[in-house]
């Protein structure tokens, strides 16, 4: 018997009968993070880091949860559980299981690129590596995010002196962050629509440190937004809140903007290729320093990935998830 098999309630194990990210209600669920395609509503009882805790909260409402600490472990019928720095967002983790000396570890979802919010990416040794292929096509190369960065306030300045009000999408949790925390606040005001700002105020409880937002609301004025930097979901681009905002301009942050049709999709002005997923190279980074000699690739280019990682010499497959095919990093709680 596997230590870890998919079924169609999600990656299941066994021997200590809990499921990591289930997609339907189970009796006892262990989560990487708190995005809606790996943390859903209906299980008895979670378990997760302490730091991804609160968003988790937020999101799923008065569920019976406990946390543990990076590294911490729990016993569950013979069977050891850690959790491990992600690197995807604050809070995520990699789920290490271990049984009578065998070693597998679940990745969720993961980046090696430190972003200054979420605990920094650790490889874990082990004998199978559970991966997410998100971005798993060579064409998905990363720009250091320093210089996007970079790109992201020229934009905004650009757009200053030309008086427009700058609007930057990103989803809720994790990537709208991530653009919050590389703005330089000189340039003008920053807003937040308001499902990005009940974020923000989850994380800051937290002692997460953000720059000062102002929630976006129906009774803000144009001239209070002069000059300044709206950061809001993908999903508001279309809402009347958005539209009414002139003259303006629209970017969008997401891995997919290096897909040229991408932008043209969001009918964007500009689009900056930041994700909060492992590119090709980091995917490929993090598989070697597991040591694995087994590879499972899930979520994204699994067949295109799996199918590489044999012509570099691993026992690799690919296992279908309820979240399939290139989905685009949206905020309906699918991030």
């Keep these: ?75 569950i019928n013979g069977v050891r559980f850690s959790f491990h720095p992600a690197g995807h967002i604050v809070g995520s983790a990699q789920i290490r299981i271990e049984f009578q000396g065998e070693i597998w570890v679940a990745s969720g979802d993961y980046k090696l690129e430190n972003d200054g919010l979420a605990e920094p990416f650790v490889p874990v040794p082990c004998h199978t590596f559970i991966t997410e292929c998100t971005f798993g096509l060579p064409r998905f190369k990363w720009q250091p995010q320093a210089e996007i960065f970079t790109d992201i306030n020229a934009w905004w300045t650009q757009n200053r002196a030309a008086g427009k009000i700058s609007i930057l999408s990103g989803y ?47 009774h803000t004025k144009t001239k209070q937004l002069a000059g300044g930097i709206i950061i809001t979901p993908p999903s508001a681009l279309g809402s009347p809140l958005i539209r009414r905002i002139a003259p303006a301009s629209v970017g969008v942050a997401s891995g997919w903007m290096a897909q040229s049709a991408t932008l043209q999709a969001y009918k964007a002005d500009r689009g ?43 026992d690799a497959s690919a296992e279908k998830t309820l979240f399939e095919g290139e989905i685009l990093e949206t905020d309906l709680e699918l991030e």
């Design 172 to 218: 809720a949790l994790g990537k709208a962050q991530r653009l919050l925390h590389c703005l330089n606040p000189d340039i003008g005001p920053i807003f937040a629509q308001g499902a990005v700002e009940n974020v923000n105020e989850v994380l800051r409880n937290q002692g997460i440190r953000l720059p000062k937002t102002t929630r976006l609301a129906q």
């Design 272 to 314: 900056f290729a930041l994700s909060d997923h492992a590119d090709w190279d980091g995917l490929n980074l993090a598989i070697s320093a597991t040591g694995a000699e087994r590879v499972i690739a899930t979520h994204g280019y699994t067949a295109q990935f799996s199918q590489w990682l044999r012509e570099q010499g691993y």
């Design 1 to 75: 018997m596997a230590l870890l098999e998919f079924n169609d309630r999600g990656i299941y194990c066994p021997q200590a009968d809990v499921y990591i990210d289930p997609w339907k209600p189970v009796k006892r669920a262990l989560i990487t993070h708190g995005h809606g395609d790996h943390a859903r509503a209906g299980s008895d009882h979670y378990l997760c880091t302490r730091s991804a805790h609160p968003v988790i909260r937020h999101r799923l409402g008065p569920i019976q949860i406990e946390t543990l600490d990076y590294g911490e472990t729990r016993l």
